[in-house]
């Protein structure tokens, strides 16, 4: 039985190209970074080169990037760091309620620990409305945190122009950039961004990595505590292997990626819109270019994924962080779908390596899971 894997929005394969680049760094060049001796000072100067490269990606400094565990960790480091540093000065965070489980858990627990939190709406693909992010803000927020591009529907914010909001109102703005990176152009000067989050796995590089960017003069309080790696900004020993797979993923994602993988969504959803009653969620234009979300109406999509399964090919109902959950996607809830709308969705996410043969497989075999599960369900819309 072949395998489709269309789940590259959970993690994705990790490219031959960054594999080689690894190696080297397990079993031959294995020093630690921090060491001063020859072996060490090999691995660091690996680490310096991958920090350029991941800075030029998004036009930062070099200074300015601090390596993490993953995305996770840097949207916590953003948030619990500012606020640690800024409170009681400034306690209040704006965020969206389609963040990722990461940001708006972490809101959460800063709100036990004082700080205050609006959640802005999004419209029914997922936009903010930037009038009633302006009104907001006020001289105690300290950041605003808005996702780049949305890991369930797709939807890529406007940075720039949310970015010209901040500045007109003095706040700081981070985002969670993902999904979006090497997917969508991004420039920390032109977009006026304080902070962003970067990992690794989302484009071809090794789980367990990523990155902080800071912008130079913004204060954050570390949340680990040690012999100060990374500038004193996140103690604990450098990933060398996992960062230089970083960085050659960084190096390897080409803007012709991007394009090949929108002509492929758009064609795989013109498609999987010739089944009865199925609706795409999220905009079809300003959309992350792997990404499909979809509603099946009257039938689960985990039903559907599970058919699917049996004929290896590897999808998902929502966010992998939050799959184990029975509740309703908080993203699809917050565009406005009901719950049975909610629960009838299924996520496509391609990669690079998504070949026309697997798309036109999944178009064929998808129509008669789709009639099948209806004549079935107990559901009514």
């Known amino acids: 039985m072949k395998t489709i894997y269309l789940d590259n929005a959970a993690t994705t394969k990790v490219d031959e190209e960054v594999l080689k680049a690894m190696l080297p760094y397990f079993n031959e ?38 390596f993490t565990s993953g995305g996770t960790e840097s949207n916590n480091l953003a948030l619990k760091g500012l606020f640690f540093a800024n409170y009681p000065k400034k306690n209040h965070i704006i965020t969206t309620k389609i963040e990722h489980d990461c940001v708006l858990n972490t809101c959460k627990w800063l709100e036990t620990q004082g700080a205050t939190v609006t959640y802005l709406d999004v419209d029914k693909e997922g936009f903010v409305n930037l009038k009633e992010l302006e009104n907001a803000i006020t001289e105690k927020t300290m950041v605003v945190s808005i996702m780049h591009g949305n890991n369930e529907i797709g939807t890529i914010q406007d940075l720039k122009i949310i970015g010209e909001v901040c500045k007109k109102k003095g706040a700081l703005l981070h985002t969670d ?68 797979g970083f960085a050659k993923a ?30 795409l969620n999220g905009p079809r234009k300003n959309r992350l270019c792997n990404n499909i979300n979809l509603s099946f109406n009257n039938i689960e999509g985990e039903s559907i994924g599970g058919y699917l399964e049996n004929l290896g090919i590897y999808t998902s109902t929502g966010s992998a ?53 209806r004549k079935i369900s107990p559901l009514i819309d």
């Open 29 to 66: 060049k294995y020093g630690n970074a921090s060491s001063v001796h020859a072996f060490g000072q090999e691995a660091k100067n690996a680490l310096e080169k991958s920090r350029k490269t991941i800075a030029n990606a998004i036009g930062a400094s070099t200074r300015e990037i601090f």
């Open 177 to 244: 950039a993902c999904q979006s990176f090497t997917k969508v152009p991004m420039d920390v000067k032109k977009q006026n961004l304080s902070l962003v989050t970067l990992n690794s796995h989302k484009i071809h590089g090794p789980k367990g990595v990523g990155v902080l960017y800071v912008k130079e003069g913004i204060n954050i309080t570390p949340l680990f505590h040690g012999g100060g790696h990374e500038r004193k900004m996140r103690s604990g020993t450098e990933n060398v292997s996992g960062i230089v």
């Open 250 to 279: 960084v190096e390897v994602a080409k803007p012709k990626y991007a394009e090949q993988m929108e002509k492929s969504r758009d064609y795989f959803i013109d498609g999987l819109l010739k089944i009865p009653n199925v609706k």
């Open 321 to 373: 962080c939050a799959s184990h959950s029975l509740e309703s996607s908080h993203v699809l809830k917050a565009i406005g779908l009901t719950p049975i709308q909610a629960n009838s969705s299924l996520r496509i996410s391609i990669s690079k390596f998504t070949t026309q043969e697997e798309i036109d497989y999944v178009l064929e075999k998808l129509p008669g899971i789709v009639e099948k599960l």
